[in-house]
T-cell receptor
Framework: KAGVTQTPRYLIKTRGQQVTLSCSPI?????VSWYQQTPGQGLQFLFE???????NKGNFPGRFSGRQFSNSRSEMNVSTLELGDSALYLC?????????????FGPGTRLTVL | AQSVTQPDIHITVSEGASLELRCNYS??????LFWYVQSPGQGLQLLLK??????LVQGIKGFEAEFKRSQSSFNLRKPSVHWSDAAEYFC??????????????FGKGTKLSVIP
C-alpha cells in the first residue's frame, strides 16, 4: 500500500498570504490528523478529521482551518500567515477503530514564511 | 490532560553499544503508547506501539520497549546500535477526547548521535 502523501513538500510564502496544504491518507484510512512541528514547541496537534467532520482541534487560532473530502483526502489552510507559522506540517492517517488507532505519518510539508 | 516527558534531549552512544531512551507519561486511563523515529527533513516512522497485553513489545529495526504502569514509563531499548540509528526519537501517548476524537501527545524528542 502506498503511504501517506503530502503536497507540496516545500513552500515559501510571505507574511499576510494564505496557504493550502494537501494530504492523501493511506487507502482505507478514514481519519486524518494534522500536526505542526517547530524547534521551539515540538509536535503539536492541530486537528483531526473523520468522515468529513472535524472531530477535535488543538490550541491554534482560527487562522488554521481544514477540511476533509468524501475520499478522505484532507486539506489544511492557514490564512494571514505570520512568521511564527514557519514549521513542518505533518499529516497522519489511521483506521481509527477502537482497537486500531495507530497513526501513520506522511513526509510533511515544510512551510517557510518570509 | 495527558503529557509525555523525554528527560534526555541528546544522547551520544558508540556504534555497537546498547541504547535506552527514557519516556514517562501522564494519563488517567490505560494509555496507548508509541515510539516514532524521525530522520532529518523526514516525517515520523512508527517503531512500535503498546495497546494492551504483553508489556514488552517488539518493533522494527531491532527496537523494543517495555511498558511499566507502576513507573508510568515506556522506555525504548536496542541491544546494539548501528550508525543508521542516528535520528530523533519521539515518544507519544494516544488518547481519546470526549468529542469522539483521538490525538497523539508527543514528548519533546531525544536526538541520538552515534559515534562510529
Amino acid at each position: 500500500k502506498a503511504g501517506v502523501t503530502q503536497t507540496p513538500r516545500y513552500l515559501i510564502k510571505t507574511r499576510g498570504q494564505q496557504v493550502t496544504l494537501s494530504c492523501s491518507p493511506i487507502s482505507g484510512h478514514r481519519s486524518v490528523s494534522w500536526y505542526q512541528q517547530t524547534p521551539g514547541q515540538g509536535l503539536q496537534f492541530l486537528f483531526e478529521y473523520f468522515s468529513e467532520t472535524q472531530r477535535n482541534k488543538g490550541n491554534f487560532p482560527g487562522r488554521f482551518s481544514g477540511r476533509q473530502f468524501s475520499n478522505s483526502r484532507s486539506e489544511m489552510n492557514v490564512s494571514t500567515l505570520e512568521l511564527g507559522d514557519s514549521a513542518l506540517y505533518l499529516c497522519a492517517s489511521s483506521y481509527r477503530t477502537r482497537d486500531s488507532n495507530t497513526q501513520y505519518f506522511g513526509p510533511g510539508t515544510r512551510l517557510t514564511v518570509l | 490532560a495527558q503529557s509525555v516527558t523525554q528527560p534526555d534531549i541528546h544522547i551520544t552512544v558508540s556504534e555497537g553499544a546498547s541504547l535506552e531512551l527514557r519516556c514517562n507519561y501522564s494519563y488517567g486511563a490505560t494509555p496507548y503508547l508509541f515510539w516514532y523515529v524521525q530522520s532529518p527533513g523526514q516525517g515520523l516512522q512508527l517503531l512500535l506501539k503498546y495497546f494492551s497485553g504483553d508489556t514488552l513489545v517488539q518493533g522494527i529495526k531491532g527496537f523494543e520497549a517495555e511498558f511499566k504502569r507502576s513507573q508510568s514509563s515506556f522506555n525504548l531499548r536496542k541491544p546494539s546500535v548501528h550508525w543508521s540509528d542516528a535520528a530523533e526519537y519521539f515518544c507519544a501517548v494516544g488518547a481519546a477526547s470526549g468529542a469522539g476524537s483521538y490525538q497523539l501527545t508527543f514528548g519533546k524528542g531525544t536526538k541520538l548521535s552515534v559515534i562510529p
